[in-house]
Nanobody, 121 residues
Framework: QVQVVESGGGVVQPGGSLRLSCVASGSINSINVMGWYRQTPGTGRELVAQITANGRTSYVDAVKGRFTISRDSTQNTMYLQMNSLQTEDTAIYYC???????????????WGQGTQVTVSS
C-alpha cells in the first residue's frame, strides 16, 4: 500500500505565493515520476509540473517562470513553490506519484486527495 498526501493549499491574493507539499509513504521501492495536476470545472484535470527520479522537470506553459517543482533528498517528498499566483491558478491541486512498490513488487499510479488553491482579491 502507498499513501500520497498533499498539503499547503489556501487562499491568497493575486501576486501571492504558496508552497504545496506531497509526501508519499508505504511500500515504496522507487518513484519514477511525481507530478502536480490541477482541476477546475472549466479545464478538467491538467498536468502542471512533474519531476523524474533523476531530477528532470517540466512545466505547463502557463506556470513556467512562476512555479518550481522539487523533491527532497529522500525523493519521496515533492514540493511545488507557486509564486506570482494569478486568479487563473485557482484549482484543486493533486499530487500524483508513479510508484514501483515492494512487498509485493508492483507498479502503481497513486493520487493524493487534493488541496484547494484559491487566488482572489
Amino acid at each position: 500500500q502507498v499513501q500520497v498526501v498533499e498539503s499547503g493549499g489556501g487562499v491568497v491574493q493575486p501576486g501571492g505565493s504558496l508552497r504545496l507539499s506531497c509526501v508519499a509513504s508505504g511500500s515504496i521501492n522507487s518513484i519514477n515520476v511525481m507530478g502536480w495536476y490541477r482541476q477546475t470545472p472549466g479545464t478538467g484535470r491538467e498536468l502542471v509540473a512533474q519531476i523524474t527520479a533523476n531530477g528532470r522537470t517540466s512545466y505547463v506553459d502557463a506556470v513556467k517562470g512562476r512555479f518550481t517543482i522539487s523533491r527532497d533528498s529522500t525523493q519521496n517528498t515533492m514540493y511545488l513553490q507557486m509564486n506570482s499566483l494569478q486568479t487563473e491558478d485557482t484549482a484543486i491541486y493533486y499530487c500524483n506519484a508513479r510508484v514501483i512498490t515492494t512487498v509485493p513488487l508492483d507498479a502503481v499510479d497513486c493520487w493524493g486527495q487534493g488541496t484547494q488553491v484559491t487566488v482572489s482579491s
